[in-house]
């Protein structure tokens, strides 16, 4: 019933999104396309993909849609439900750098494009995504709806794999957020009952169905933070896991390349050598390590079926980005301790770069109501000055992105 809800929620959304769109840009109906782009969650394999590593992830049924109709010049028209103003871009007179506003997404996506190919039409387009979703990849869902529309726009036929890439070129070149391909591979490749398991050195993805009977939902905290990436000490982190691969594969006698990635350091090698790294170095490749150990066990887990002791993997993830990656702050480690110790609630974790927005948690259904209460009370007897802006609520699992009126699954 939940799910005929929410999906009933979107086809309105976007019905009422295409008329608008039509009446905006004084098209026919039938020329507006809608692209859905979802949201998504990473249970395990925090913070390793820009290291190389295995990550899990589960795109959900939020999503962003984006309402797009083709021009016949070279021209984005954007508007936002979310922000203020309309955006005119024009694709040929592209900066390579990101002006810091709403559109940059919409850019980088034609910045990234025409690096590949040429693009020979613009589009007028809306975009309506959530709000209170930081944390769970609005802009990697943003950077993937872009590029689908103007794929659609200019009748280009792009693989799922050639789209990962290039939104990693909308994040780390565009953007400059040095982060690696679970986003937009958990967005694209996602199937509803399947956790998607990726390996971010090979860029091959496998879909795990679920090997239990037991539904589960996700919970999602929502600590009230919003702070761009860049923001952060999100590169910082980056920076450190890079520089102890580099002396973890120089004291192993192996030639370090200009980019080097705890993913390129055996465990053996880290247990021999890792005395020669700093603290703060250590800890980082200490939370890498032990959390592909756990994203192995955790694959193993979902094909049994296992809630239970899945989720105390992700309970220890969590602990990990805070004791060992050390994400986080008061605000988000208050999240994380109420949403775990929620009765009814199999595991929880930061989600996203684990800086600013939520927490998420794998949860029994039953439950929610009791979940919600508890878990914002002793957030909000924590936070006071979150009042207003905290929020839980609950997602199911659901497919990656498309464009609705192409994909006969829906």
């Known amino acids: 019933m939940r799910e005929q809800e929410q999906l009933a929620k979107e086809r309105k959304r976007a019905a009422e999104l295409r008329a608008e769109l039509a009446a905006w840009a004084k098209v026919p109906l039938e020329q507006v396309r809608i692209v859905r782009s979802p949201y998504r969650i990473c249970p395990l394999g925090a913070h390793v993909d820009h290291q190389?590593?295995?990550v899990t992830g589960m795109a959900l049924d939020r999503a962003l849609l984006l309402a797009f109709a083709r021009r016949d010049d070279r021209h984005l028209v954007l508007k936002s439900h979310q922000f203020p103003g309309v955006k005119a871009v024009p694709l040929g007179a592209l900066s390579a750098e990101a002006e810091g506003d709403w559109a940059d997404y919409a850019r980088g996506a034609s910045f990234a494009l025409q690096r590949r190919r040429p693009l020979e039409r613009g589009m007028t387009a809306i975009v309506d995504g959530h709000d209170n979703v930081g944390g769970l990849s609005s802009s990697a869902a943003a950077g993937v709806a872009y590029l689908l529309a103007l794929e659609a726009a200019n009748e280009l036929h792009v693989s799922p794999t050639e789209n990962i890439e290039l939104d990693q070129v909308i994040e780390n070149d565009y953007i400059g957020v040095n982060n690696g391909i679970l986003d937009q591979s958990t967005i694209l490749l996602s199937?509803?009952?399947?956790?998607?398991?990726?390996d971010c050195e090979s860029g091959?993805?496998?879909l795990i169905p679920f090997g239990g009977t037991e539904e589960f939902s996700v919970a999602v905290l929502f600590s009230g933070l919003r702070v761009r990436l860049p923001e952060t000490d999100y590169n910082k982190r980056v920076r450190e896991c890079d520089e102890a691969a580099a002396v973890l594969l120089e004291a192993t006698g192996v030639q370090v390349h200009p980019d080097p990635k705890l993913g390129d350091v055996s465990p053996e090698a880290f247990e021999e050598h890792a005395h020669l790294l700093p603290e703060e170095w250590r800890k980082r490749a200490v939370h890498f390590f032990a959390e592909q150990d756990r994203v192995r066990r955790g694959v193993e887990l979902w094909k049994q079926g296992d809630l239970e002791a899945f989720g105390q993997l992700v309970n220890e993830s969590g602990r990990s980005s805070i004791e060992n990656y050390e994400c986080g702050n008061a605000y988000l480690r208050t999240a994380y301790e109420v949403?775990?110790?929620c009765p009814g609630v199999y595991g929880a974790r930061f989600s996203g770069a684990g800086f600013r927005g939520c927490c998420i948690g794998l949860a029994r259904p039953e439950c929610e109501e009791e979940i919600a209460r508890a878990a914002l009370s002793a957030y909000l007897e924590a936070h006071p000055d979150m009042e207003g802006k905290a929020e839980v609520y609950f997602c199911r699992p659901a497919d990656g992105a498309g464009l609705?009126?192409?994909?006969?699954?829906?």
């Open 191 to 198: 199937r509803d009952g399947h956790l998607t398991h990726v």
């Open 339 to 341: 949403l775990r110790d």
């Open 52 to 54: 190389l590593g295995e």
């Open 204 to 206: 091959e993805a496998q």
């Open 404 to 410: 609705l009126d192409q994909d006969a699954r829906r």
